[in-house]
């Protein structure tokens, strides 16, 4: 069964950094993952998606990565805005059994002006 | 189709009612979740169906929860005898076959209070 662990659980920076998420999964044998933000109150909004065979993916400012030796994916957020403020979610599923995308519990950002 | 929706966006109601829950997918979609989120929590899975058969249910789903799709289209998911712990957002999301291509697409949620 896929384990998710999200580090940090919180982070507040000053506008304009660059700043990295971190996501952990227990299962190497990874499907896809898939990050996602969600504002207060809100559902979730999708970001990017990793294929297995892929290592990074990029949207904008947003770039994600993809290391399965590692169980590690990482999203980076180039010149941050207070408007990115919110909660980020990682999702990761499995290539065997269930289809189901287990999430970790998200980093909860900040961007102060 | 402009994604995924849910109705109701809040519900408020008292302890040992039954509530009821609808989501309507992206309308080629053949795969739908239902999870569930706390406050500081990521969202846990409670059950899932490939069109109109429920595949898999979480322990999370006591038999107080009862999730259909009868048609392999929209879904509802009802809750009796609603207890205070039942609060919480409850998201449903879509997906068109393995999520492959496109990944996992997710309403707005259903936000539960239960007084």
């Known amino acids: 069964k896929q384990e998710v662990t999200q580090i940090p659980a919180a982070l507040s920076v000053p506008e304009g950094e660059n700043l990295v998420l971190n996501c952990s999964f227990t299962?190497?044998?990874?499907?896809?993952l898939q990050w996602f933000r969600q504002d207060p109150g809100k559902g979730l909004t999708s970001l990017l998606l990793i294929q297995s065979s892929q290592r990074e993916q990029t949207s904008g400012r947003l770039n994600a990565s993809l290391d399965k030796s590692s169980g590690r994916s990482t999203l980076y957020i180039a010149a941050s805005q207070p408007g990115d403020s919110a909660t980020y979610l990682c999702a990761g599923r499995s290539s065997g059994g269930s289809y189901i995308p287990t999430f970790g519990r998200g980093t909860s950002l900040i961007v102060h002006p | 189709d402009t994604g995924v929706s849910q109705d109701p966006r809040h519900k408020i109601t008292k302890r040992g009612q039954n509530v009821t829950f609808r989501c309507d997918p992206i309308s080629e979609h053949n795969r739908l979740y239902w999870y569930r989120q706390t406050l500081g929590q990521g969202p846990e899975f409670l059950t899932y169906?490939?069109?109109?058969?429920?595949?898999?249910k979480s322990r999370l789903l006591s038999d107080r929860f009862s999730a259909e799709r009868p048609k392999g289209s929209f879904s509802t998911l009802e809750i009796q005898r609603t207890e205070q712990g039942d609060s919480a957002m409850y998201l449903c999301?879509?997906?068109?076959?393995?999520?492959?291509?496109?990944?996992?697409?997710f309403g707005s949620g259903t936000r539960l209070t239960v007084v």
């Open positions: 169906f490939q069109n109109e058969a429920q595949l898999e």
């Open positions: 299962d190497s044998a990874i499907y896809n």
């Open positions: 999301a879509s997906s068109l076959g393995e999520a492959g291509k496109d990944g996992y697409t």
